[in-house]
C-alpha cells in the first residue's frame, strides 16, 4: 500500500484490540480508495460456503450468520482461482472487487469491497496487499477472540464436534516447494472421531489420518488421546514406530478398551524418502499419470488392539507429480460407495488439493444425502519433488478442471 504497505497494515491492526482488526483495514481501504463498503467474508468448517463478517464496528457475535453458498458464485470462483475479480453493478455506478485472503494455501477467506469506480492496477495491487495482509491479521488475532471460530460456525457444535475441531490442525491446506498438502472433514450426524494432522520440520514433513471407534464424545475422548500421543511422540523426536508405539501404549492405558485405527506417513524433503505405517486403516490412493492404484500396504493393528504385535514402517512409491490421498472409511461405507470415487479423484487433478479434497468430499456428502453414519475424511497430497527448496508465493492460484477429461484409473 503506499502509506506503509503490507507493514503499515499489519502495525496497524496490532495496535487495535483483536476484534477491531478487521475494522482497521476497512478504514484504511475506505480512506485511500474510497470504498464505500467493506466486509471480510470468512469460509465456514466445512469449506462450502462463506460467512460476511461485519467491518467498522459491525462484528457482532449476538446476532444471525448471513451464510453465502459458495457453489455458482463468484466467491468460489475467486476461492478457486486464488486471483481477483471485478464486477460492476447499479447500472456501473458501483463495482465490487472480491481478493482472496489465503496464506500458504490455506484459504481463509476473501475480502471484498465497493468502489465508485473501476480501479487500476495500481489500485488492485493495493487491494491485493491488502488482502495478503489480512491473512496474517486474523491468523494472528484468531488465538485471542473467538469472533473468527464464530465466524466459522454456520450451525452450533456439540461437544463431541467442538473438540474434534481442536484436534486438528490450525490451517487445513499447506504450500511448500516439494509439496501442496489439504484435508476435509465431514462429520456424522453423532460425531465418529476421525482426525487428521500435519507438520513441517526442517527436513521432513509428516501427516496422519486417525479414526476413534465408536461416536459422540466417547469417539472424541479416544482421538484426543491418539492425537495427543502422536504429537507428543513426533515433537519429542520421535521416530515413526515410536509414536505408533506410544500412541497404542496411550490407548492401552487410557483408552478404556477403545481402539483408533490411523495412517503414519513421513516424507524427507532432502531425498524424498517415505515411511509408512498402517494402523488398521483404509489403503491410500495413488494418483499418476492419469491412473488411479490402491496402494496394497500391509495392515498392522489398530491402536489400543490388546494384541502382541509390532508396527511395520514400510516405503511407498511416491515420485514427483503424484497426488496421494488418504481417507477413512466414511468415505467408503453405505451409500458412499456408489460414488466412484477413484474416476472422481481423477477427474479432479487439476484443481489444487484444498478444491479436490473439498470436492470429492462434497460427492460423498451428496450421496449419503447430508447424513452420515461415520465420519468421512480425506488427505490430498501433491508431492512435487526435492529439486526445489523455495516455493513461488505467488503462485497460489489452482487450475481449473477439463471439462471432459480423459483419464484411466483402477483401484
Partial sequence: MESGGLAGALAAAEAAPPVESLDVVARMLRQRLGANRVSFLITDFT??????????????????????DLPGTLYDEVIRTQQPATRTEDGGATVRVIAPVTNRGDAIGLLELFLPSMPGDIAMRQIGETAHALAYIVIANRSYTDVYQWG?????????AEIQHRLLPSSLACEAAQFTVAGALEPADHVGGDTFDYVIDRDAVQLSVTDAMGHDVDAALLATLAVGALRGARRAGATLVEQARQAHQTMVDHGRQGYVT????????????????????PWPLRLRDGRVDQL???????????????YRVQRLDLRAGDRL????DGM?????????LAGLIARTSALHPREAAR??????????????????TIMCLDWHGVSHSRRHAADTGA???DASPSLTRTV
Fill in 359 to 376: 470436492t470429492v468430499i462434497a460427492e460423498v456428502t451428496a450421496a449419503n444425502g447430508g447424513h452420515f453414519q461415520d465420519d468421512a
Fill in 332 to 340: 467408503l461405507e453405505h451409500r458412499a460407495r456408489d460414488v466412484d
Fill in 296 to 310: 496394497s500396504v500391509k495392515v498392522d493393528m489398530p491402536f489400543g488392539f490388546r494384541f502382541p504385535h509390532e
Fill in 47 to 68: 469449506g462450502t460456503s462463506v460467512v460476511r463478517l461485519g467491518a467498522a464496528g459491525e462484528v457482532e457475535t449476538d446476532r444471525p450468520v448471513q451464510r453465502i
Fill in 399 to 401: 487450475s481449473l478442471p
Fill in 262 to 281: 490411523g495412517q503414519l506417513l513421513r516424507i524427507s524433503l532432502l531425498d524424498g524418502g517415505t515411511e509408512f505405517i498402517n494402523a488398521g486403516h
Fill in 325 to 328: 490421498v488418504m481417507l477413512t
Fill in 152 to 160: 466459522r460456525r454456520t450451525r452450533p457444535l456439540s461437544l463431541a
